[in-house]
């Protein structure tokens, strides 16, 4: 049984391409960019992939490959779109050292 086509189709401009593949080469970026990055070349080399064709070949789930797809196709696809958005809250904070010599007490 054929799955239904996506509904979403995200577009690459030629420079974005390069710049993925660039960064998916680049034995120093994040994992979680490089997966976001193929799963970008995959569906601009097949647009009409279904998300659970791409999500077993990339060995992510099918909804990660919804979210991103949809994500770029509403928003636009620019290199800044690989990252993760704000998250709403408080920032994270560290707390200071315990002594003023770098040794902290305790245990």
């Avoid at 996506?6 to 970026?29: C, G, K, M, N, W």
């Avoid at 809250?89 to 902290?104: A, I, K, L, M, Y």
Wanted: proline fraction near 11%.
């Amino acid at each position: 049984m054929p799955t239904p086509t996506p509904a979403y189709h995200p577009q690459l401009a030629a420079r974005d391409v390069v710049a993925l593949e660039r960064l998916v080469r680049r034995p120093t970026s994040e994992q979680r960019l490089v997966q976001r990055a193929k799963l970008a070349l995959l569906l601009h080399a097949q647009p009409a992939l279904g998300n659970t064709a791409a999500a077993q070949q990339l060995g992510q789930h099918p909804n990660w490959v919804r979210k991103w797809r949809k994500r770029w196709a509403l928003a636009g696809f620019a290199l800044p779109a690989l990252a993760d958005r704000p998250r709403s809250g408080r920032p994270r904070s560290v707390s200071p050292p315990g002594g003023g010599d770098g040794q902290s007490r305790g245990l």
